[in-house]
């Protein structure tokens, strides 16, 4: 009886799961190159990525934690990094201890766009856009939800109320999110010649954010597979070294 109460509820369960993941909200499945035991950063898109964060997300949001020499490990030269780095002024204190300004070098943090919180409330409305050096790894669903938020915009469903300044978005978790819709198609001329689609756009510049979030991925993911090699070796050494040992045991 108990096995049959359980079993029925476990089909109760499998028939609601297609249905629970239809609902509104749910992650889109993306194939990205970082995935997986061997997944690196496909470094193009990475690149891509960057101009959408430099030409679009930097007029709002942070990117404190990463350095602009960071942009070498998606394949800019160090000429590159450093000409990208020159193009912003950050402050600094003149020969006279007086506060100055400089162009920033390679081992300079990114810039933020303002200076503190208040600075960003007043400018948008009262909402802070949040730093997103780290942003795929805060949130739950990590690199597929931001990408669900940036391609997640709508028009709100028949009867939902939308407060002031609001936007609908499907993935947003209340699907209403102060963050005016930020990238539409062809929102940037893309450098290589790829054909800017909002799905491109997104895909691009999440997986610059990933990167950024986790420059070692791929240093960690070789030094794991090296492990698992070495001790599959050990094991077959030790196992061969057991049946010598005791092969005269009878
Ligand atoms: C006009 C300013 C503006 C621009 C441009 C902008 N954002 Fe935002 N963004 C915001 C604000 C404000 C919020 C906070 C929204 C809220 O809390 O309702 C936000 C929130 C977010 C969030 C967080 C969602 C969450 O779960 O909290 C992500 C991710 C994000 N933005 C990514 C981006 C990316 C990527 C770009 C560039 C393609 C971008 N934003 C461009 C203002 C902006």
Not at 22 to 47: C, I, M
Not at 148 to 166: F, H
Not at 193 to 201: F, I, P, R, S
Request: with cysteine.
């Amino acid at each position: 009886m108990r096995a049959a109460t359980t079993l029925a509820l476990l089909g109760t369960l499998l028939a609601a799961a297609p249905a629970l993941a239809q609902e509104e909200g749910k992650l889109p499945h993306v194939n990205w190159s970082f995935s997986g035991p061997f997944g690196t950063y496909d470094r193009a898109a990475a690149q891509r990525g960057f101009q959408i964060y430099k030409e679009v997300c930097s007029n709002c949001h942070s990117l404190k934690e990463a350095y602009y020499r960071d942009l070498e490990g998606i394949g800019l030269s160090a000429a590159q990094v450093k000409a990208i780095a020159a193009s912003v002024t950050v402050p600094t204190i003149g020969d006279d201890g007086q506060p100055a300004e400089r162009p920033a070098l390679p081992s300079d943090h990114f810039k933020s766009p303002f200076p503190n919180e208040k600075a960003a409330r007043a400018a948008l409305n009262g909402a802070l856009p949040p730093d997103l050096s780290v942003i795929t790894l805060a949130r739950e669903g990590g690199a597929d939800y931001v990408y669900g938020v940036l391609t997640g915009y709508g028009e709100p469903p028949a009867g939902m109320k939308m407060g002031e300044g609001m936007n609908y978005n499907k993935m947003f978790p209340g699907h209403q999110i102060a963050m005016p819709q930020p990238l539409q198609p062809d929102q940037v001329t893309y450098a290589d010649g790829t054909k800017a689609t909002l799905d491109q756009e997104a895909h691009d510049v999440v997986t610059f954010l990933e990167y950024v979030a986790n420059p070692h991925m791929e240093e960690r993911k070789r030094i794991g597979v090296k492990v698992i090699l070495f001790l599959a070796m050990l094991t077959g050494i030790t196992y061969a070294v057991k049946r010598k040992v005791w092969s005269d045991v009878h």
